[in-house]
């Protein structure tokens, strides 16, 4: 059974930074495809940055050059991915979700980012 768990979210100012976590765990599992996306107060859920296993990126317009997609493979019984988010702006306050793919998609339970202006 995979599991998909996020960390570090919390309140940081304007300008300021931090870097989003998640751990894929999960038995001979390999990602084709990992990333995130978040959901804004009282708005839909959007993509922010993916990554496939062949290492090519997607950034949406408005966090391009701010934030950066990384991940750390263990083995196949664990992988982490990263978000470093930096330049932040109360626009980028949302709950944030990560997601891992393989022949379907797993998704975690999310991790609120709060840009205060």
């Known amino acids: 059974q995979v ?5 570090g979210g919390g309140l940081v100012q ?3 930074s931090l870097r989003l976590s998640c751990v894929v765990s999960g038995r001979d599992f390999e990602w084709k495809a990992m990333g995130w996306y978040r959901q804004p107060p009282g708005k839909g859920r959007e993509l922010v940055a993916s990554l496939t296993r062949d290492g090519i990126t997607n950034y949406a317009d408005s966090v391009k ?6 991940t750390v493979s263990r083995d196949n019984a664990q992988n ?4 470093q988010m930096t330049s932040l702006r109360p626009e980028d306050t949302a709950h944030y ?3 891992a793919g393989q022949f379907r998609t797993y998704w975690g339970q999310g ?6 202006a």
């Open 111 to 116: 991790t609120q980012v709060t840009v205060s």
């Open 14 to 16: 304007a300008g300021g």
């Open 97 to 99: 979700y990560c997601y």
């Open 65 to 70: 050059g701010r934030f950066t997609i990384s």
């Open 3 to 7: 599991q998909v768990v996020e960390s």
């Open 80 to 83: 982490t991915m990263y978000l």
